[in-house]
């Protein structure tokens, strides 16, 4: 079975910063596309960043300029640095990972983390 542990959301005021990482585990041939994602009460989840195994990344129109996302793939971890933050960023954020179970394996599986809650004062 496959795993991802998010870490490093809490309380911080406006204009603050935030580090949240996600560290995937278990059996796997291969990770691909991994993303972050946050749902905020009363809110759809929404696309925040996303990155390939070859570093390209993507952002909603909302985080562009603020968030950062990047890759270890050594130890298939991704880090969500996000910087100037804003009340409307008060979600909880999820880590989800497109993973190849096996080599022989045509599709990925997607995995969700447990979430973690990051909470931005006015």
């Known amino acids: 079975q496959v795993q991802l542990v998010e870490s490093g959301g809490g309380l911080v005021q406006s204009g603050g910063s935030l580090r949240l990482s996600c560290a995937a585990s278990?059996?796997?041939?291969?990770?691909?596309?991994m993303c972050w994602y946050r749902e905020a009460p009363w809110k759809l989840r929404e696309l925040v960043a996303a990155?390939?195994?070859?570093?390209?990344?993507n952002y909603a129109s909302s985080v562009k300029g603020r968030f950062i996302i990047s890759r270890d793939n050594a130890k298939n971890t991704i880090i969500l640095q996000m910087n100037s933050l804003k009340p409307e960023d008060t979600a909880v954020y999820y880590c989800?990972?497109?993973?190849?179970?096996?080599?022989?394996?045509?599709?990925?599986?997607?995995?969700w983390g447990q979430g973690t809650q990051v909470t931005v004062s006015s």
């Open positions: 989800s990972a497109g993973v190849r179970r096996y080599s022989y394996s045509r599709i990925d599986t997607t995995y």
């Open positions: 278990g059996s796997m041939f291969s990770i691909n596309t």
């Open positions: 990155i390939t195994s070859g570093e390209s990344t």
